[in-house]
């Protein structure tokens, strides 16, 4: 009986030779661009082979001579958003390379929303996609060139970019669902928060209602990954506080 650990592994998605695509067929290309357009107006749930040959005018089984499942597709796709445009240049500081590099990761994540919940998991492995990781780890490797503590600062700018798209996403979806704008919202829940600040029972929530200044997306955007920029420069190698903190064996 033969093995199974000794079979070839299938080939993976970025591995493949695509068939040409027979007469009047939709190219893979296409059908790649039409799946990101069905996710980004609906939703991935919205997202099928049938509804994509549907709206190429296609056999649903055509489809499948090129693409042969839906998580094939949405790794496609994946590599198709981290494709679209080209990253930005790298200026040797650290500091601005990484902002643009989070900068430019921000706008395509709103550019597709469905995006960040993909990435989140196990890493994009196609050309694109490895293109704009290597071109994170350069960036960082400007500050250090220990690439252990360059890979985990890349993470950090990562994380702190899908958590605050995350953000801006779900304020965006709030107005969907209820159709009132952040402002219509507030004006409707300000008399309940009037209340709560007369009761005097939150006095630090008031002190932010009535006194601090409210950023936009892009400010607060910003600063926010200014302070991730300022911890990475504290930790890195040569500083007074230098590394990746482990714990210590117990």
Not at 49 to 64: E, N
Not at 68 to 78: A, K, N, P, Y
Not at 160 to 177: K, M, N, S
């Amino acid at each position: 009986m033969t093995d199974p650990a000794q079979q070839p592994s299938p080939p993976l998605v970025w591995q493949k030779d695509r068939p040409t695509p027979r007469r009047q067929a939709p190219s893979v290309e296409r059908i790649v661009q039409r799946a990101l357009a069905i996710a980004d107006a609906e939703g991935l749930p919205a997202l099928s082979m049938r509804r994509i040959a549907t709206d190429l005018r296609s056999g649903t089984a055509s489809l499948y001579r090129y693409v042969t499942s839906r998580d094939e597709l949405l790794d496609l796709m994946v590599d198709a958003a981290q494709g679209e445009t080209d990253p930005p240049a790298l200026t040797g500081d650290w500091r601005t390379d990484l902002t643009g590099i989070a900068a430019d990761a921000r706008a395509t994540l709103l550019r597709h929303p469905w995006l960040g919940s993909e990435l989140t998991g196990r890493p994009a492995l196609g050309a694109n996609s490895l293109r704009r990781y290597d071109l994170a780890l350069a960036a960082a490797s400007s500050l250090t060139a220990d690439i252990t503590f360059a890979s985990h600062a890349v993470d950090a700018v990562t994380a702190y970019v899908f958590g605050t798209v995350a953000q801006e996403l779900a304020e965006l979806r709030a107005q969907q669902r209820t159709g009132l704008t952040e402002d219509e919202w507030r004006a409707g829940v300000g008399p309940y928060i009037r209340q709560v600040i007369d009761s005097g029972d939150y006095p630090q929530f008031a002190r932010r209602v009535r006194d601090a200044e409210d950023l936009t997306p892009e400010e607060q955007f910003a600063f926010g990954l200014a302070c991730v920029l300022d911890g990475i420069a504290a930790r890195a190698p040569g500083t007074a506080r230098s590394g990746l903190s482990r714990p210590e064996p117990t």
